[in-house]
């Protein structure tokens, strides 16, 4: 049997890279996705009792694909990329320092269904910056398994190993609904005959996002009769706004809610000079008056003290 394939996803400079690497070492291959110029990283990483196969996917905000490329994220995981069935599991990454962005992509990629583990890395920056994440909260509200982690000081791997083996293992879909009646929708038009074989995920994507290249690949593959029908759901979903809008909203609103039960920020830890400097220089006066300072030093030497500059080289 082939080992069981696990995707890593997050947004863009979560760690994914550093976690994959820790997790596979020098087990790794690089290539390239079909029909895409992106490059594909697969490793072999070694859990408590079992190997599996880890897919470095590359960062993203969102599943608002608007080209091929960014497509790729979504046809990974819903195993629509010829050659390769969806994953068994996902290991979505977090950036704790970063909670509220971080969660946007995430929820999307929990209400795609599949076994879900979230790392929640970078809890050093975090720790800095005086914010601390309650991981069993977020483990609550997501209905998916969080670890800490700290990828670049291999913090929290062994509980990480583990957790991603019952996912593998014992596998639970995630079962996170934000947008209940779009999925309802989605569902409904798989079986109408003007969506062909058109999957579930790409149908919900083409209704959130008329832009977006699922609904490009929609409109080509299955025609225009499908895609007026999508407008017609669009309308009646989200009368008053377009429903991409209206996603936003919905998914901030829902994370808006949570945040105040999933993060406390205590005072940060005392400043160093660097970052006195840094909020000095980016104050709206103090800024002004260390710009004016330096300029008024650069035109000075240039004009009156040039002489004694010039002699003091000779
Ligand atoms: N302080 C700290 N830095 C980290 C941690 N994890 C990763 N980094 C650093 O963050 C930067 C980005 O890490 P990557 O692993 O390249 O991030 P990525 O998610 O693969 O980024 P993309 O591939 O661009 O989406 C690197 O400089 C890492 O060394 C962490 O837990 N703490
Ligand atoms: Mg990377």
Redesign the pocket.
Known sequence: MSQPRIAVV?N????????FNALTGLRQKVGNYPGVTVEEHVGTAKLAQIEVQLV?V??TYSLAAHSPDEMLAIDLLTGNLSGYAAPNAVLI?LDASNLRRNLFFASQVLELGLPTVVAL?????ARDKGVSVNPQALSELLGANVIE?????LEGFDALKQALQSAVASPQPSSLQIMPDVRAKALELTADANFGNAGRVDIERALIDSDSYAAQRIQSQQGDNAIAILQQAQAELSPNAPLGAEEARRRYQWIDAQLPNLVEKAEASPKKLGDLFDRALAHPLLGTLGFVFVMATVFQAVFAWDVQMMEAID
């Open positions: 997050g863009p400079n979560t760690g994914k890279s550093t976690l470095d590359p960062g990454v890395n970078m809890t050093d920056v982690v700290c990828a670049t000081k």
